[in-house]
Every structure is written in C-alpha cells, then in structure tokens.
C-alpha cells in the first residue's frame, strides 16, 4: 500500500563481501527476517564489485562530514562509499527528461517502479557493477502527455516514477496536511507515488514551495503567483543565498 516508506524501515537486506569472495553470477536473495541465519545471510551477501563504490581519501571524508553534519554518520578516509542511487536529468524537452537509478539485487528483475521490460533494455555493453543499477523514468506527468501550460488531470493516468531510496521517505506530500491538494486523485499522496517532472516543476522562490506527488502541473499555475520559477532546478532553490541588507556595503553620499 502507498504509505510512508523511507529505507529505515525496509524489512529486507543484502550483506557486502568487501573483498569480493562470492562467485560470480550468484543470485543475491537478500534477507527479509529480523534475525536472519547464517544460512541467509550467505545466500544475502554479495560482492563489492557489484556496486559502483570508491574509497574515501581524507578531503572526500572531510567534505561528507561537514555537508553531512546533520546524518549522525561520521566519515573517515579509507572508508568505502557505495552508490545506492542517483537521479539524471537533461533539458532535451521544456520539461527536461528525468532517469532515476537504484541498485537491484536481481538485476533482470528489478522492483517497482522498475520492471522486467525496462532491464530487459539494458545495451549489451552494460555490464559488470554498471548493470545492477535498476531505472526508472518520468517523461511525462501524466498520460496521455499534457502542454506546458493548459492541460488537465482529468480523464489521464498518472505516471509513476520515482527512486525507492529517496522519494519514499519524504512522508505525505498532499492532502490536508501539507495543504496542497493532488487534482489528479486525493490518493495520490505519499513519495513512493511520485514523479519526477511533477514535483520539480514545483521549483521556484521565494518562500517555501511544497514537493507533489503525481499530477499534471501547469507552469501558469496560480501556485507560481510572486514567484520566480526555477526551469525544474531544485537545486538553484536549495543553494540561493538570501541577501543581508545589512552586509551590503554604505551607499555613496
């Protein structure tokens, strides 16, 4: 069921053998018990290579600690940073075209909102660490497709896409708490029913503008009144750094 579901709480594990004992080609089945045998953990654990990683040096560690402060996790070099996720966009459309990747155990059968077909489509050339990595993509808010500007949510089905290590955990996203309501579907509401270019679309300043789960978002869209939209960029959102009237320097008498 849709519902908030950030990784603290996921039932299932895989365990890492950092220097790669496990034959390759194993089929990984990860954990899925509070208390798991020794016997399930074999069967759960598989090798570093698996994963795209890298080994800390000390200014690597030094960085995570500090844009990191709030984790509770404290970095050390030597210390192996596995990737689990990310996310890739490109502006090839107005509203950019949004990937996501997470690493899968069973790579040929990744879980939603990945699916068999999408890894069946993996090129040849993808091999190794590389195609463990499970993708999802949002290339549309809806469908079918709406403009830029003047579409509807009525009589479409939404599009699904997200990344099950980030969007889940971002608790309920509309409804009558954060006081923004999906026009798609009032059920529509949690991370892990989301979509990338619809909640980007969101991205503008000032103020506080909320996340969306998947619904069609006009770009005219009275939300945007006295704001500047940001062209998707949370990421220009999150690093603006307010003007101190105080800091700027005496005008000239």
Same mark, same amino acid.
């Given at each position: ?33 509070? #208390? ?57 459309? +107005? @509203? ?34 590389? +195609? ?12 079918? #497709? ?35 309501? @999906? ?71």
């Amino acid at each position: 069921p849709a519902q908030n579901y950030p990784t603290s709480t996921w039932k299932t594990h895989v365990y890492i053998a950092t220097k790669n004992q496990q034959p390759a080609g194993k089929v990984i089945v990860p954990t899925a018990t509070a #208390n798991p045998t020794p016997q399930e953990i074999s069967a759960a654990t598989c090798n570093l290579s698996d994963f795209i990683y890298f080994k800390l040096d000390a200014a690597a560690a030094d960085y995570l600690n500090i844009e990191d402060a709030t984790q509770g996790i404290k970095a050390s070099a030597g210390d192996l940073a596995i990737l689990v996720a990310m996310h890739v966009t490109t502006k090839e459309i +107005s @509203n950019w075209t949004w990937q996501t990747f997470f690493w899968a155990p069973d790579p040929k059968n990744p879980p939603f909102p990945s699916n068999s077909v999408a890894a069946s489509l993996r090129p040849s050339q993808l091999q190794g660490a590389a +195609s463990h990595y499970a993708v999802s993509t949002a290339y549309a808010m809806v469908r079918p #497709n709406q403009p830029i500007v003047g579409g509807t949510n009525k009589g479409v089905t939404p599009v699904i896409g997200y990344n099950p290590f980030l969007e889940p955990g971002l608790g309920q996203l509309n409804g009558p708490l954060p006081n923004f309501p @999906n026009k798609l579907s009032p059920a529509i509401q949690w991370g892990m029913q989301s979509n990338c270019m619809s909640c980007h679309a969101l991205a503008s300043y000032p103020g506080n503008p909320p996340y969306t789960a998947d619904q069609y978002i006009s770009m005219d869209d009275p939300i945007f009144k006295g704001a500047v939209q940001l062209d998707f960029a949370w990421s220009l959102q999150g690093n603006i750094i307010p003007v101190n009237a105080s800091a700027q320097p005496a005008s000239k008498k």
